[in-house]
Structures are given as C-alpha cells and as structure tokens.
C-alpha cells in the first residue's frame, strides 16, 4: 500500500501542473449575438435551448411506444380474462374405484 501511496504522491504534482498549463476552451452561446443554430431558440440566461417540439419524429415514437405498450396490455387482459382454470382436488377421495379398464 505504501508503494502505490508513494506512486501517486509523485503523479499528482506532473498532473496538477498539466492541468493548469492545457487550454481550456469554453463554449457559450449568446443569443444576442445570434450564434444560435435554426434548431435552437432563446432560453434562460442568454443560452441557445434545441426546440423539441420540432423534433417530430421522436414524439411520435415515443407515441408509438406508448401505444404498442398499451394494445398488449389489452390483449394480454382480454387473454386473461377469458382462461380457463383447471380446478384440482386437495383432499382425497375414498370412494374411488381404480381398476386397470379406467385408465383406457
């Protein structure tokens, strides 16, 4: 445990330094200046916000999916509602003749 301690304590300062030497860039969309894309609108604090409700076609699955969801559950209700139960005796009975011509 000592060696791996040993290991990082000597990384952490080469990544440190790294980290404080690399460019950042920051991205910031600012509507005022219009650097929003024609999926995009205005939204919150200067930001550029992707329209959802011109993303048609994923409402529309996620519509389809719910729809799907709901037809098999209705077929699996009506399936249920009519099954046939098989009623089985937990007592048994004595006065039942077994004879080999039964089982024909």
């Keep these: 445990m000592a060696d791996i301690t040993n290991v990082l304590n000597a ?6 330094l790294f980290n404080l030497l690399t460019p950042h860039t920051v991205i910031a969309n ?3 200046f219009g650097l929003c894309d024609n999926d995009q609108y205005c939204c ?3 930001k550029c916000c992707t329209k959802t409700l011109d993303l048609w076609f994923f409402w529309a ?5 719910i729809f799907a969801l709901a037809v098999a559950a209705g077929v699996r209700y009506s399936r249920n509602r009519h099954a046939t139960y098989v009623l089985v005796a937990t007592h048994p009975v004595d006065d039942v003749q077994l ?4 089982f024909k």
Aim: aromatic fraction near 10%.
């Design 11 to 16: 990384i952490w300062p080469i990544v440190a």
């Design 30 to 32: 600012y509507c005022e």
């Design 44 to 46: 919150g604090d200067n």
């Design 61 to 65: 699955g996620i519509l389809l999916v």
């Design 99 to 102: 004879t080999p011509n039964s």
